[in-house]
């Protein structure tokens, strides 16, 4: 499902991944309400997409390679159970891919911009400090110049002569520019989008993904079935980089 520049890219180009933080805590540290129905933060897929643009945006900003989509809680069932027909529930699972995905070229395109200012502003700074340094080299060579007339005077006087103030001084250090320390952005990776697929017991909404009890109750066969009716929607998507299986409470949800 990944293409060129997703996961395998992103695995070679760095030993680490960063991923986003907890999508439901920013939300509601925004003062968005998530635990007004059994949907969870994936309710706002028909509310307040929006503020989940707005939250996806900001963890690639800050520095997230991965971002998840808001379907963690999101199945045909739930939404089946908050008055949402099939076919729009398909489109919902859609659009957390598309906000997902929106945020993130949203975010490469300003980064590239600005990696493209940042690039020009440290070629100026190094001309700035070339020519600095240059100068500095011309002034030296001169005094240097000024400092050996007056030696070959003085012997020529066959006098004393007093060393002029810092003919003797040490050279200055090669600049650092060259070498300093540059912020990457022009290096970073282009951050990849994961469709969240929660357990079956998070579409639920009774604690049962933590504890797996739903497990006991139910055949791989149906469990396989769940988790394919979320996906067909999605399948082929040019956008979802990577599947994200989140909560697995026993072994009989891998199948």
């Known amino acids: 499902m990944s293409g060129p520049g997703g996961l395998a890219s992103l695995l070679a180009s760095q030993p680490v991944v960063i991923l986003d933080g907890g999508l439901g805590t920013e939300l509601e540290r925004r003062g968005v309400t998530i635990n007004d129905s059994d949907l969870w933060s994936a309710g706002l ?11 996806h945006r900001a963890f690639y ?4 390679d991965v971002a998840a989509t808001a379907t963690y809680q999101a199945s045909l069932e739930g ?4 008055g949402v027909g099939t076919g729009d529930a398909r489109a919902l699972l859609v659009r957390g891919v598309e906000l997902c995905d929106g945020a993130r070229n949203a975010f490469w395109d300003a980064h590239r911009a600005g990696a493209v200012e940042e690039e020009e502003e440290e070629e100026g700074d190094d001309a700035e400090v070339g020519e600095r340094e240059a100068g500095e080299r011309e002034s030296g060579g001169a005094h240097a110049a000024r400092a050996a007339a007056g030696s070959m005077r003085s012997e020529t006087q066959q006098r004393p002569q007093q060393p002029r103030k810092g003919a003797d001084a040490p050279p200055r250090p090669p600049s650092l520019a060259a070498g300093r ?12 989008v994961a469709y969240s697929c929660g357990s079956y017991g998070a579409a639920l909404a009774d604690g049962s993904e933590y ?3 739903y497990a006991d109750r139910m055949s791989v066969e149906e469990l396989m079935g769940f988790h394919r ?5 999605i399948k082929g998507h040019p956008a979802v ?5 989140e909560t697995i409470p026993c072994l009989s949800v891998t199948g």
Do not use: C, N
């Open 181 to 192: 320390p540059r912020r990457g952005r022009r290096h970073r990776h282009r951050p990849l």
């Open 241 to 245: 980089d990577v599947l994200a299986f």
């Open 61 to 64: 900003a800050a520095g997230a």
């Open 211 to 213: 504890s797996g009890d």
């Open 45 to 55: 897929l028909i509310s307040q997409p929006g503020a989940l643009a707005a939250v």
């Open 229 to 233: 009716a979320r996906l067909d929607p």
């Open 79 to 82: 939404f089946a159970r908050a």
